[in-house]
């Protein structure tokens, strides 16, 4: 099974937090989209639905309850952005086209974005969410 960040350049920031349970890329949270000329490159930060079964040592000191991903795409190209509003909840996807064109695609009911790129660096941190927090105790 080809699990979605396997096409990152550092695939195990992501895998030795998860192990074989994916980060699940359907009806994320989104928190932050960032363009720059540099690269050129876009940054996603968003919220994954599922939380690792095994935490770092640090996240469950501080009682962290949701796990954040933020993908970092470079030399995109052909990017397409519409929409986007305060909350904004999508399905996140990736596709090779080709040995060196990624596609990255985020649909969701207010937003959409889509754009080529040819290579991506993921990272994961943890926080509290209070209102995960509250129905949890």
């Known amino acids: ?17 998860f192990g ?10 989104i928190f932050k989209v960032i363009l720059e000329y540099n690269g050129p490159s876009f940054t996603i930060i968003f919220d994954v639905n599922n939380y690792p079964k095994n935490p770092p ?12 991903i933020t993908v970092q795409l470079w030399d995109i190209e052909e990017v397409i ?5 305060t909350v904004n909840t999508a399905n996140i996807s990736f596709e090779r086209l080709n040995h060196q064109e990624l596609i990255f695609k985020l649909i969701g009911s207010d937003c959409r974005m ?17 209102e995960v927090f509250k129905a949890l105790t």
């Open 1 to 17: 099974l080809l699990m979605w960040y396997s096409i990152a350049i550092n695939p195990k920031s992501i895998s030795s937090l």
């Open 20 to 29: 074989e349970e994916e980060p699940c890329l359907e009806g994320v949270n």
């Open 57 to 68: 040592e640090k996240w469950k000191r501080q009682n962290f309850n949701k796990a954040q």
């Open 81 to 85: 952005i519409e929409g986007w509003y």
């Open 114 to 130: 889509n754009m080529k790129f040819q290579w991506m660096q993921v990272n994961a941190t943890g926080y509290t969410n209070d």
